[in-house]
């Protein structure tokens, strides 16, 4: 048993709550235990302390979104019902690993849906000339899966439907975004290593999997096996000579395996033993993990791109007339199911590499090591850069509760104290923050698909350094927050993007077709259909900008401060900034927090912010877009939470 | 006030004032706003400075197989250990060479060490490498370790650190450029060239880690785009001034308001750099050389390191500029665990072949002019990787994660020669146990003399006293026997 004697307590006081309450929501009776975790009105979920419900608010959830589901797709009116809702049975709607989550993101009508669980399917969808392809046609090509100048897959197909998919209603983002880090950060591999067919197989292999609802040691053990890491890491020719019993290949998996997928770094390990015995047997035991080729796959004359995955671990004939010796290339092959290696100081048995790995990863995942730094790799690409001791503590306890079940896992901290504390913070990726900016202004999928790709955040990321697939660190993951915050080009690029090129986030009407024949459409933003009106039915400047701040900025206006505000009025009453409104004889002029709160441009602020907006007049759209230009680029934008414990 | 004056606005009461700012306010913005502001246009020269003697770290990221690039000659006088070698790492080579001699003929130039007359060989595609270590530049540590264990990102964290015994993996923590750079006084800096700031770069301040770290990822294009003053009125413009104000204004309250570990301090820090310097750095170098043709065409396998190198040309011009303390480079890509030849040649020639990017960057700043020192003069760089290889091929024509490797450094200022037994008679005999290393899978070059020993002299080069300060477990470290760095910078 890993928990310690407080999670069992806790797991007991769990269990009895889950008794009382099919959510597990209720509220222990007041008492005088000492034990915090039964103190008045706390609940325990999975050896975490649930948020209150009085603090579990619209801010929370959204929060929450855009930690795990880069901010979702939710609209307003589902925010508010689920901050209306026990937090357990909102966490419960708000994450899950269903292909389509219709609250989280509602696909509205059409096949969309069915397709959205597969890359593949949705390149092949958004490239082609079905009826029921919502991509503007201009676009089309750029998303095929076959490159026809070259007759070979398509790098940037891939890389596009990705960002794409990620702000496509219907595409359930929280599934997408752990589908990510495991492909990108946990077990990542880099396109260049395993090609386009394999590393797109091994993405939709990994949310397909999330979805059947494998457990953390499937996954791995999925990954371990997939042909992608195996073409990658280069194992894919690695075999044990039948004749005389001598390996033949590298132990560069043979390590990162216990290392990336089950962070074992062998720190509580004998050295000698790690190295000799645990790291050279697991090189034997990724032995006989050829792949099959099937020639001519997606059309293609590169045979790079023939590779397929999953592993077929049998001896037999491939598609393409190979001979394949996964069989009798693996270790000790004469002995099948007797053959045994010892690793991590067990005998994993096995007549083949798939038997032996799945033997080897429960073992894995029960290391010290691995229930120790598995929790907390995971919660620091979600939501906190900076885990204190004590936390680690509470998360790995939690992870222990969780039995490798990532979702009650995700879905516990997701709702916790933890989380939700003014001392949790973290730094955006280029990914995070793009994604969060664009799925904040897009506001459904005819907007989606009008956009062309570099009109969505696609550009913006590979120029702040985050290209999908192409991790910068290669096995060892994307760009990580942290990166992102210390590199100050990143923070060049994106003000360049919304200072040079403001008219893509402010875009407010695009003509599209829909067939090369069909008639010209036009895309026609109404901010006006989600921004709420006052009591008196008018959008007022003032509110419209704590509306906005609120969607792209959940902070509850903690750093709204009074220089941002006179700003937003500014550009969304007249389209131009503060200093041009005060003085436009002096439009470098800068204005204090105290100025704008006192003084003539108070006046100048307050007139502003009470001017009403009418989004009957397109002219309204662009201000709002100008305002969110701005919002945009502030520091609150590159990083969520309170301060670096 | 928008063409009313401030009196004008006091004398009227609040309803009306509102009343007059509404209207005002969209007569301005109706009118558009003008023009009008000077065009911002001085008229500069180059400002000459010369460069202090700077460290240049460059690290090969994924643990560089130095061992390639060096091999004996094949009249090496332990003809046992050429042989056992060669033997241990023929896979790596083409596998129609018939013997060692072919392969070396084929693949390494005999390279004299000019203070020795010892021989041996350095890849034939390092021919620039060759040349300057025959011209006594180049010192290559052998024996040398810079981590304990085998794993990347520990590893490259010991390196940038200058710590081979930290096991914590936490990168948030100082680097030894950034230690060095404290040490140089407040306002020198640490300048990466590269495409991301590296943990060696940070200083000790928690919270406050790249404050003496100017980010030079391109030093033509490092300035945030600002108000172009042609036309006010541009959506483009209006942003920029409402950005450029609302960090300007809570950037000096935010400074004064917030405790030090507030996270958003880092993006006001971070503009105020782009701006100000950043501005300041591109007017420097538009009255400077421009990238001669060679550097600005130069074509390499890797393009980020060639902007590095074009980067590295344009800190020379302007030294002073970015006070100039210790600089970061890098090149990618040197975990071959399969076909190495391949991987690690085309590194290899990207780094150290005539033409290629060291060389032609080298050349470009020899043309620069000075007041009393050349640049090239100034320059001293050091090559880290992870971690070594293992010395014996594995299956794949690889080479698996090691720990001991070779140390690299280059520059004029350097006494160059080889320090330490460079191909060990040790690994050809039977150890405790009876193996012998060059016959035993796993086995690695012995680390004998740590990174921090030759750090510590280097640091010293460029300041006297920095070295105990940057390395203050230098004196305490691993230093192969009848190894001195006491001389290994000529002053």
């Given at each position: 048993m890993r928990c310690c004697k407080r999670f069992i307590l806790s797991m007991s006081f769990w269990?009895?709550?889950?008794?009382?309450?099919?959510?597990?929501?209720?509220?222990?009776?007041?008492?005088?235990?000492?034990?915090?975790?039964?103190?008045?009105?706390?609940?325990?979920?999975?050896?975490?302390?649930?948020?209150?419900?009085?603090?579990?608010?619209?801010a929370a959830v959204r929060r929450v979104l855009q930690a795990f589901a880069f901010g979702g797709h939710a609209r307003d009116a589902q925010i508010e019902a689920w901050a209306a809702m026990k937090p357990n049975a909102a966490i419960i709607q708000m994450l899950s690993f269903r292909p389509v989550n219709r609250r989280l993101s509602s696909p509205g009508h059409g096949p969309l849906a069915v397709r959205c669980n597969s890359l593949t399917d949705l390149q092949a969808l958004w490239s082609s000339d079905d009826p029921a392809n919502p991509m503007r046609v201009t676009d089309r090509p750029f998303y095929s899966l076959l490159n026809e100048d070259q007759m070979q897959l398509s790098h940037l197909g891939l890389f596009l439907v990705w960002s794409r998919a990620m702000h496509t209603r219907g595409c359930n983002p929280f599934l997408h975004k752990m589908a990510f880090y495991l492909t990108n950060y946990h077990a990542s591999i880099h396109i260049q290593n395993a090609g386009v067919a394999l590393i797109r197989d091994y993405y939709d292999d990994t949310v397909a999997a999330l979805a059947s609802g494998n457990n953390f040691v499937d996954l791995m053990t999925s990954a371990a096996r997939n042909g992608a890491l195996a073409m990658a890491y280069g194992h894919f020719t690695n075999y044990v000579d039948p004749r005389d019993g001598e390996f033949h290949g590298n132990d560069d998996f043979a390590r990162e395996y216990f290392q990336l997928l089950f962070g074992i770094q062998g720190t509580t390990e004998d050295v000698d033993y790690h190295e000799n015995v645990s790291i050279d047997n697991n090189a034997l035991l990724l032995t006989g993990m050829f792949l099959d080729m099937e020639?001519?796959?997606?059309?293609?004359?590169?045979?790079?791109?023939?590779?397929?995955?999953?592993?077929?671990?049998?001896?037999?004939?491939?598609?393409?007339?190979?001979?394949?010796y996964n069989r009798s290339a693996h270790s000790d092959f004469r002995i099948g199911a007797l053959s045994c290696l010892e690793i991590l100081h067990e005998q994993i048995c096995g007549g083949t590499a798939i038997v032996k790995l799945r033997a080897l990863g429960p073992v894995a995942a029960a290391h010290p090591e691995s229930m120790a730094n598995t929790p907390l790799k995971i919660i620091r690409f979600f939501a906190d850069n900076t885990i204190t001791a004590d936390e680690a503590l509470a998360l790995q306890a939690a992870w222990g509760d969780a039995d490798y079940d990532l979702l009650k896992f995700v879905r516990a901290y997701a709702v916790s104290t933890l989380f939700h504390s003014p001392g949790t913070f973290k730094y955006w990726s280029a990914f995070e923050r793009n994604l969060l900016i664009y799925n904040a202004v897009i506001l459904n999928n005819e907007e989606s698909f009008a956009r062309p790709f570099f009109a969505g955040p696609v550009v913006q990321m590979y120029e702040q350094?985050?290209?999908?697939?192409?991790?910068?660190?290669?096995?060892?993951?994307?760009?990580?927050?942290?990166?992102?915050?210390?590199?100050?080009?990143?923070f060049k690029n994106a003000w360049g993007a919304n200072v040079s090129n403001p008219d893509i986030l402010a875009a407010f009407q695009l003509p599209y077709q829909l067939a090369p024949d069909g008639a010209p459409k036009l895309w026609q933003k109404d901010w006006g259909s989600v921004i709420p009106t006052n009591a008196n039915g008018e959008h007022i400047v003032g509110e419209v900008a704590e509306w906005l701040w609120n969607r792209f900025i959940t902070d509850g206006g903690e750093n709204f401060d009074p220089v941002a505000r006179a700003q937003v009025h500014s550009l969304l009453a007249t389209g131009f900034d503060f200093a041009a409104v005060v003085d436009r004889a002096n439009l470098d002029a800068t204005f204090s927090s105290t100025e704008i709160v006192e003084g003539p441009a108070a006046e100048v602020n307050a007139v502003l912010a009470a001017m009403a907006m009418n989004f009957g007049n397109p002219d309204e759209q662009l201000k709002v877009g100008m305002a969110i230009n701005f919002i945009s680029m502030l520091p609150y934008t590159f990083a969520t939470g309170g301060a670096i414990k | 006030m928008n063409r009313h004056s401030a009196r004008e606005f006091r004398e009227q009461s609040p309803l009306n004032r509102r009343n007059f700012l509404r209207q005002t306010i969209l007569a301005s913005v109706a009118a558009g706003v003008s023009s009008g502001i000077p065009l911002h246009a001085l008229a500069m020269e180059c400002q000459l400075a010369d460069t202090p003697r700077t460290l240049i770290n460059f690290m090969l990221k994924g643990g560089a197989d130095l061992r390639f690039l060096f091999m004996p000659a094949p009249?090496?006088?332990?003809?046992?250990?050429?042989?056992?070698?060669?033997?241990?790492?023929?896979?790596?080579?083409?596998?129609?060479?018939?013997?060692?001699?072919?392969?070396?003929?084929?693949?390494?130039?005999?390279?004299?060490?000019?203070?020795?007359?010892?021989?041996?060989?350095?890849?034939?595609?390092?021919?620039?490498?060759?040349?300057?270590?025959?011209?006594?530049?180049?010192?290559?540590?052998?024996?040398?370790?810079?981590?304990?264990?085998?794993?990347?990102?520990?590893s490259v964290l010991n390196a940038d650190a200058g710590e081979p015994d930290f096991d914590v993996l936490n990168i948030d923590r100082d680097g030894w450029g950034g230690r060095l750079v404290e040490f140089l006084g407040n306002d020198a800096n640490s300048v990466e060239l590269g495409n991301s700031v590296s943990t060696f770069n940070k200083g000790s301040r928690a919270g406050a880690r790249l404050e003496q770290v100017v980010h030079a990822q391109d030093m033509r294009n490092i300035a945030l785009a600002s108000p172009d003053r042609n036309s006010p009125a541009s959506r483009r413009n209006i942003l920029a001034r409402a950005l450029g104000a609302y960090y300007d204004a809570r950037?000096?309250?935010?400074?004064?308001?917030?405790?030090?570990?507030?996270?958003?301090?880092?993006?006001?820090?971070?503009?105020?750099?782009?701006?100000a310097f950043g501005a300041m750095v591109e007017d420097r170098l538009a009255v400077c050389e421009p990238l001669p043709e060679d550097l600005a065409n130069l074509q390499l396998g890797s393009a980020e390191f060639a902007q590095q190198c074009r980067n590295l040309f344009d800190v020379c011009q302007i030294p002073d500029a970015l006070n100039l303390g210790v600089v970061s480079m890098n090149y990618d890509g040197w975990d071959t665990h399969n076909n190495e030849a391949f991987e690690i040649g085309g590194n290899l020639q990207d780094i150290f072949d005539e033409g290629a990017g060291l060389a032609t960057t080298a050349s470009a700043i020899e043309t620069l002019p000075f007041l009393e020192r050349p640049a090239s003069s100034q320059l001293v760089f050091y090559f880290a990787s992870d971690f070594g290889r293992q010395i014996v091929a594995n299956g794949a024509a690889g080479t698996d994660h090691g720990r001991g490797t070779y140390s690299l450094l280059i520059g004029d200022a350097i006494r160059g020669g080889i320090y330490g037994e460079m191909f060990p008679d040790r690994e050809a005999r039977p150890e405790q146990g009876g193996q012998v290393p060059l016959q035993t899978h796993g086995a690695d070059i012995e680390g004998l003399t740590s990174t921090e020993r030759i750090l510590e002299a280097a640091a010293n080069w460029v300041h006297p006293g920095a070295g105990s300060a940057v390395f203050p477990n230098a004196g305490f470290s691993g230093l192969e026997p009848g190894v001195d760095f006491s001389a290994l910078f000529r002053s």
């Open positions: 269990f009895l709550l889950a008794i009382s309450s099919a959510w597990g929501q209720a509220t222990q009776d007041p008492g005088t235990s000492p034990d915090p975790d039964s103190l008045p009105g706390r609940t325990i979920f999975d050896g975490l302390e649930t948020i209150s419900a009085n603090d579990w608010d619209t020639p001519e796959r997606f059309g293609s004359q590169s045979r790079f791109d023939w590779f397929v995955s999953p592993i077929n671990f049998s001896d037999h004939i491939d598609a393409s007339g190979r001979q394949i350094g985050a290209l999908a697939f192409a991790p910068i660190r290669d096995v060892f993951g994307g760009q990580t927050g942290v990166d992102a915050a210390n590199d100050r080009y990143v | 009249g090496h006088q332990n003809s046992s250990y050429r042989d056992l070698l060669w033997t241990a790492r023929r896979s790596l080579y083409d596998t129609a060479y018939a013997n060692y001699q072919q392969m070396f003929d084929n693949e390494y130039l005999l390279t004299t060490d000019p203070g020795t007359g010892f021989q041996f060989g350095i890849y034939r595609r390092a021919a620039w490498l060759k040349a300057q270590f025959e011209q006594g530049r180049v010192a290559i540590v052998a024996n040398a370790f810079c981590s304990r264990n085998r794993r990347h990102d520990q950037g000096q309250e935010v400074a004064a308001e917030k405790p030090a570990n507030w996270p958003y301090h880092a993006f006001f820090q971070h503009n105020s750099a782009l701006r």
